[in-house]
């Protein structure tokens, strides 16, 4: 186990609605990354926090954003939720400025969105 | 630019035999290359990372190997368990700027007993 936890483990939502999902990062990781993964598919980066700022951003629009708190956990918002948002959403955790380090991956958060 | 192309997409092995997984890459500022694991219902875990600076990294039955010119790396996993049964992802990642991690599609690996 990596100590990177996730919540909640799934949820199901209806198009148009707003979710929030979270990540508390392994101890002294001040890194967090988030990734979207669709089924059969690689993750996709879709932003990351360092030291409680954005630190860098896929290609998904704005109705993705984020949030790092002091302690470094995190949360990801969607709002409007389009079917193709149905995914497992990765956060994963590091030490160092920009996520040098190894990055350590939580058990991720299944998204389905009716 | 950004692509990690990964193959196969899955991949059936009897026990005891080697498994191989290639990728490759076509952005030349990527110089850090991990494999990850994926177990169903799991997040990918690290199995083992190179850098461009060396041809080959070993780790117990787990090896990369790296080809620079070719922009080219592979995961070859020897003495194949059914408990490798699972997901190989390859990524990489550049060393500036945001260094999130491009991953390639992934492989099913199927390990018969």
């Known amino acids: 186990e990596t100590g990177v936890t996730q919540s909640p483990t799934h949820l199901i939502k209806t198009r148009g609605q707003q979710v929030t999902l979270r990540c508390s990062s392994q101890?002294?990781?001040?890194?967090v990354s988030w990734y979207q993964q669709a089924l059969g598919q690689g993750p996709q980066f879709i932003f990351q926090y360092y030291r409680e700022e954005e630190n860098g951003r896929g290609n998904f629009p704005p109705r993705f954003s984020g949030l790092q708190f002091p302690n470094y956990s995190s949360e990801l918002n969607v709002n409007a939720l389009e079917l193709d948002d149905s995914a497992l959403y990765l956060c994963?955790?590091?030490?160092?400025?920009?996520?040098?380090?190894?990055?350590?991956f939580g058990p991720g958060t299944r998204l389905t969105v009716l | 630019q950004q692509q990690v192309k990964q193959s196969p997409q899955s991949l059936i092995v009897q026990k005891g035999g080697i498994s191989i997984i290639n990728c490759a890459y076509e952005n030349t500022a990527f110089d850090y290359f991990p494999w990850y694991q994926q177990f169903p219902g799991k997040g990918p875990a690290l199995l083992i990372a190179i850098r461009p600076d060396v041809s080959e990294k070993k780790e117990g039955r787990f090896t990369i190997s790296f080809n620079k010119s070719a922009k080219q790396f592979s995961l070859h996993i020897m003495d194949s368990q059914p408990g490798d049964s699972a997901t190989y992802f390859c990524a990489a990642r550049m060393d500036t700027g945001r260094r999130a991690l491009t991953f390639g599609s992934g492989t099913r690996l199927q390990v018969q007993p």
């Open positions: 101890s002294g990781h001040n890194t």
């Open positions: 994963a955790s590091s030490l160092g400025g920009g996520g040098a380090d190894t990055q350590y």
